[in-house]
Each structure stands twice: as C-alpha cells, then as structure tokens.
C-alpha cells in the first residue's frame, strides 16, 4: 500500500477534536485575512478559499451573522452573497479559465453540509479533464497548486478594488446641505 502524506489536514482534525465553535464565525473575526484564506470582504458576508478543496479554486461564500438556512438571510444579506458570487465567478475566471462552474448550497447534514448551522456557498470551477482515476478508484483528489499558491492567484484576479457591496453608503443630499 501506499501513503499519501497531508500534513496540513493535522490542524484541521486537531481543531475539531478540540470542539472550537464555527470556523465561518471565527476567520472574519481573526482579522489576519491571509492567513485565514480570506479573499474579499463585503458589508454582510466575504468570500474564501475551501482548503479542502474539490478543485484549485474552489470558494466558499458565507455571511458574517451566524445563520443556518438559506431562507432564513435577510434580504441584504443575501444579496451580498449573490454579488460575491459575480465577483468570484469573474475572479476565478481571470486565475483559472475554467470551462464551467458547479454553483451550490448544500443545507442540513442529510444534504453533505460539513458545517450545517452556518450557510455557505460553494464554487467549484470545473474543467473537462478535471476528472480522473484517483477519485473514482483511490478516493482521492490531487490538486496541482498550493492553497498558498491558488490564494495569491485568486487575491491578484480579485484585485483591490472593492466592490459595490462593501462600499460605505453616502446618505442623501439634504435641501440644507444642496445650498451650501
């Protein structure tokens, strides 16, 4: 038999193992969006990288408040999130060009969430050859970047400027302040 060696996935198994509270609560608030594998930030939810990915590329697109189902986001919410969803659709093409996306929400646990009471969306780019023997036979995925690798691509096809979501609103002009 042979190994295949993932010492990354240590931190992950030592996290759950030790009961810390929903990963989608805590990264945002670390502030230290590299490491967290954050890449944009909106003014209700922000966008990251899965890093247990299906493919390079892959991102999750989750609201900051702690909300279990889909159909429980208020409306600016989830417009947010609808908005990253463009923005990561174009990011991702301008890193990848991927030939197509699977775009999806897996909600409650008989549905394959991993983390059910937090919604988040997936983004998985998909190629025509993306699919080989190793995940049919060997149940395992080879991915051919880095995370470090696929964040510092994903954050330069994100680019700095922001987006509409996350600008601060101006307040009306008054009649007082139209005359000054």
């Known amino acids: 038999m042979k190994q295949l060696w993932a010492p990354w ?8 193992a030790h009961g810390s509270g929903c990963i989608f609560c805590e990264k945002p608030a ?3 969006d590299g490491k967290s594998f954050i890449l944009r930030r909106g003014r209700h939810a922000y ?3 899965n890093i247990y ?3 390079n590329g892959h991102l999750l697109i989750a609201p900051y408040r702690h909300i279990a189902a889909i159909e429980q986001l208020p409306e600016p919410v989830l417009l947010d999130m609808l908005q990253l ?3 990561s659709l174009r990011a991702i093409r301008k890193a990848y060009a991927p030939e197509g996306f699977n775009i ?3 909600q409650g646990r008989a549905a394959g969430a991993g983390i059910e009471h937090h919604i988040h969306l997936h983004i998985v780019p998909r190629w025509g050859a993306d ?6 036979l060997g149940e395992t995925r080879v991915l051919p970047q880095h995370l470090e690798a696929s964040y510092t691509r994903l954050k330069a096809a994100f680019g700095e400027k922001r987006t509409a979501a996350a600008r601060p609103r101006r307040k009306p002009a008054t009649r007082r302040s139209r005359q000054r």
């Open 9 to 16: 996935r240590l931190a992950f198994i030592e996290q759950v």
């Open 30 to 32: 670390l502030k230290q």
């Open 47 to 49: 966008v990251l990288m």
């Open 53 to 55: 990915p299906y493919n």
């Open 85 to 87: 969803v463009q923005r």
């Open 104 to 106: 999806g929400v897996n």
């Open 131 to 136: 699919t080989n023997f190793m995940p049919l």
